[in-house]
């Protein structure tokens, strides 16, 4: 099956300081990447939604100079959290859609626990 | 906009039971996709569903894109203790943005051995 993998899968870092994770599609060319947060005992809420070359769509509320989106190429996304503060621990999950595939379906990578102190 | 009720919030169950769970939705989904997600891990697909009606398997697991297009279940038949998770159900409507999934709040599983 298709595999997404995340890095780092866990990071611990200092208040003020900037952490970028990393999203790849390992054996498929994702057109799209999607960004999510998950709190602790709760569903997946949706960040962004990256396509290749061009700007990530943020949904409400997320805000776009605090979460940076690059989708360079069609297996690497990347989001950094910018000036992290404590309210920013969660854990980060990246999914990707297939490109050549015509209909709907996200693979999820494993995630990266953020911890900020 | 689209709403997504997931029941039941959380099971607990015998090993060798077997196990259903659902996903409603306010709107008309054009698909339904079924995750897994253990402690501390992204979720994994289990089944993906894009046809009103479908039923489809995957081991001892069986998932139904409801008729109506608003609904589908998931089953697991003889649960074993390996099946303890976290399980989403997701939907995508007709319209808004290519891509974006709604999921469910989750059905947290446990298995008594």
């Known amino acids: 099956g298709a595999v997404v993998s995340q890095h780092p899968s866990w990071v611990i870092c200092k208040s003020g300081t900037s952490v970028k994770i990393e999203c790849r599609s390992l054996?498929?060319?994702?057109?799209?990447m999607f960004w999510y947060r998950q709190f602790p005992k709760q569903s997946l809420m949706l960040m962004a939604t990256?396509?290749?070359?061009?700007?990530?769509?943020?949904e409400q509320g997320v805000e776009k100079d605090k979460f940076l989106i690059n989708h360079a190429s069609l297996t690497l996304s990347t989001l950094t959290v910018t000036s992290a503060h404590p309210e920013d621990s969660s854990f980060y999950i990246c999914?990707?859609?297939?490109?050549?595939?015509?209909?709907?379906?996200?693979?999820f990578g494993p995630g990266t626990r953020l911890l900020v102190l | 906009g689209q709403q997504l009720n997931q029941s039941p919030q959380s099971m607990f169950i015998q090993e060798g039971e077997d196990v259903s769970m659902n996903c409603t939705s306010s709107?008309?989904?054009?698909?339904w996709l079924w995750y897994k997600q253990d402690p501390g891990e992204g979720p994994v697909l289990l089944i993906a569903?894009?046809?009103?009606?479908e039923l489809t398997s995957n081991g001892r697991l069986t998932a139904q894109f409801g008729i109506t297009r608003k609904d589908s279940f998931l089953n697991i038949s003889a649960s074993i203790p390996s099946d303890v998770g976290i399980y989403f159900c997701?939907?995508?409507?007709?319209?808004?943005?290519?891509?974006?999934?709604?999921f469910g709040k989750g059905t947290k599983l446990s298995v008594k051995p």
């Open positions: 999914s990707a859609r297939d490109g050549k595939r015509a209909q709907e379906t996200q693979y």
């Open positions: 054996d498929f060319q994702a057109t799209t």
């Open positions: 990256s396509n290749e070359g061009s700007k990530a769509t943020y």
């Open positions: 709107s008309i989904f054009n698909t």
């Open positions: 569903l894009y046809k009103a009606g």
């Open positions: 997701a939907g995508r409507g007709y319209g808004g943005s290519q891509g974006n999934l709604i």
